[in-house]
């Protein structure tokens, strides 16, 4: 898994419980490119997590994340906020893509709240790129005015709110008045992604064209009980609900290799020799979820009640 040692070449604290990173090539290389709404997982003192990447995606010289202080997280945001300091050196893998705007689109409507603006920069900067009509609805608090110049320099069709009921007003509006071929995209807090995705879908829009950003596995529920059955042993055992196959696994004495426990880093990758798999990472493109051979321990489950895997 390819990984990357980036410098820490600017740091920017302008917003409070926002740090903004600007990491570089030691060499001041060109890193890999990457698509809009991609994101990197970095390696936190630790916890591994992932941001996304908000800058322009193609050759860059730079990778440029934002980083919201969590106090209730694994720690990795506050290793970010209270650690790093300029000069210092990261571990990242990549570029992974699992929230890119979806080609065939004719039009492109981008929902964020808070720091979900983060991978809605990087689609406008797409969208103005190859001209893409592009609309997007933003809130956020009063005091975290985040990327809130930037947005307004890439387009003239953002509507930006810190009223709960303008932004709602606006939002029902937008959903219930979008040409056929529209997409939506939906990147915040779990609570607000489920209020969208509800609004949204008793509109009628179909799950197709809606496309969500989550932040990570604090976003996920507990899952239903299932399953499973070891392949080479034939051995059988329960993950209960709340438990992660990852922990299941572990606690049966598998030596699984894992960082994130998140569903980014593709760590805990492993191999499924039967049943369907709920895959809940943003790891594995659409066409590996498709396939079903493969899933990431820490966070997908089963879809019915069993699943072999390929141990
Ligand atoms: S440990 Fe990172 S994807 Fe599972």
């Known amino acids: 898994m390819s990984t990357l040692k980036l410098v820490v070449t600017g740091i920017d604290d302008t917003i409070d419980g ?23 997982v970095v390696e936190c003192g630790g916890p591994a997590n992932a941001y996304s990447l908000t800058g322009d995606g193609i050759s860059p010289t730079a990778y440029v994340i934002s980083v919201l202080r969590c106090e209730t997280g694994s720690g990795g945001s506050r290793w970010i906020h209270d650690e790093l300091t300029l000069g210092d050196t990261v571990v990242t893998r990549a570029p992974r893509s699992a929230f890119a705007p979806v080609l065939r689109a004719r039009r492109h409507l981008l929902v964020a709240a808070g720091i979900g603006i983060t991978p809605m920069v990087s689609h406008l900067r797409g969208a103005r790129l190859w001209g893409r009509e592009v609309r997007l609805l933003y809130i956020h608090r009063a005091a975290r005015p985040a990327y809130v110049d930037e947005v307004r320099a890439l387009t003239e069709h953002a509507s930006i709110h810190t009223r709960r009921g303008e932004f709602t007003a606006e939002l029902t509006a937008a959903l219930a008045d979008q040409p056929f ?19 949204a879908t008793g509109l009628g829009w179909p799950g197709s064209r809606i496309h969500l950003e989550h932040f990570g596995s604090a976003a996920l529920d507990p899952g239903e009980p299932f399953t499973v059955r070891i392949a080479s042993t034939a051995a059988e055992f329960t993950v209960d609900a709340g438990v992660s196959l990852l922990e299941a696994l572990e606690s049966r004495g598998f030596d699984l290799p894992n960082l994130c426990r998140q569903g980014v880093c593709g760590e805990c990758r492993i191999q499924v020799a039967g049943g369907a798999v709920l895959h809940r990472d943003l790891y594995l493109s659409d066409d590996e979820k498709q396939e079903g051979g493969a899933m990431m321990a820490c966070v997908s489950r089963a879809q019915n009640d069993t699943l072999e895997l390929g141990l």
Request: charge should be negative.
């Open 181 to 199: 071929g529209t997409h939506l995209y939906i990147c915040g807090p779990a609570v607000f992604i489920d209020e969208v995705v509800a609004a």
């Open 18 to 40: 926002i740090r903004t990173l600007t990491l570089t090539h030691p060499d001041g290389a060109v890193l890999p490119s990457f698509t809009p709404g991609s994101h990197i």
